[in-house]
T-cell receptor
Framework: NAGVTQTPKFQVLKTGQSMTLQCAQDMNHEYMSWYRQDPGMGLRLIHYSVGAGITDQGEVPNGYNVSRSTTEDFPLRLLSAAPSQTSVYFC???????????????FGQGTRLTVV | KQEVTQIPAALSVPEGENLVLNCSFTDSAIYNLQWFRQDPGKGLTSLLLIQSSQREQTSGRLNASLDKSSGRSTLYIAASQPGDSATYLCAVGYNDMRFGAGTRLTVKP
């Protein structure tokens, strides 16, 4: 059971380039989300999805797009990379979403992105 | 807006010591609180999930408590080991998950 798989693990982009971070889960979870982790700031929510075809913005959505065409996949697109987007990105999934007491979140291993 | 704070930011203890990590949150309207462990360069591993109707959860040497009314949670680690060295994060769940910045724990042999 692979859990939550993120690719790539490392990426260097030039300012202005675009790219897609991939996230896939094999647990049939309805809820998926993307976070970024910066030193001293914990994890901040970028976008989330409560099911296929449904996405919404989190705390820091600017500069990122998402789509959810299947239950398994939730890619994160950087439209025009900026140095401020240098961070570690984590994808997470959970069975019931955050509005449930018994939902446990599972995280991928992260993508370390550097924008130069 | 929910704010989650973890104190201390870093902690160093000798092996065998019992220790407590603290997590506080400003809005008591939560569905759950989750404690995670993060090793350097790795993802987050869930340690304990406390539902809002519960007061505590235990797993092995770990015990987490939740006091919603005061906006506090503690993670108690008994008989610490060098392998416990990692960053520990708490997150509260409501409309989304809000994370603290974490406590970096070092257990010295």
């Amino acid at each position: 059971n692979a859990g939550v798989t993120q690719t790539p693990k490392f990426q260097v982009l030039k300012t202005g380039q675009s790219m897609t971070l991939q996230c896939a889960q094999d647990m049939n979870h309805e809820y998926m989300s993307w976070y970024r982790q910066d030193p001293g700031m914990g994890l901040r929510l970028i976008h989330y999805s409560v099911g296929a075809g449904i996405t919404d913005q989190g705390e820091v959505p600017n500069g990122y797009n998402v789509s959810r065409s299947t239950t398994e996949d939730f890619p994160l697109r950087l439209l025009s990379a900026a140095p401020s987007q240098t961070s570690v990105y984590f994808c997470a999934s959970s069975p019931f979403g955050t509005r449930a007491m018994n939902t446990e979140a599972f995280f991928g291993q992260g993508t370390r992105l550097t924008v130069v | 807006k929910q704010e989650v704070t973890q104190i201390p930011a870093a902690l160093s203890v000798p092996e065998g010591e019992n220790l407590v990590l603290n997590c506080s949150f400003t809005d008591s309207a939560i569905y759950n609180l989750q404690w995670f462990r993060q090793d350097p360069g790795k993802g987050l591993t869930s340690l304990l999930l406390i539902q809002s109707s519960q007061r505590e959860q235990t797993s092995g040497r770990l015990n987490a408590s939740l006091d919603k009314s005061s906006g506090r949670s503690t993670l108690y680690i008994a008989a610490s080991q060098p392998g416990d060295s990692a960053t520990y994060l708490c997150a509260v769940g409501y409309n989304d998950m809000r994370f603290g910045a974490g406590t970096r724990l070092t257990v010295k042999p």
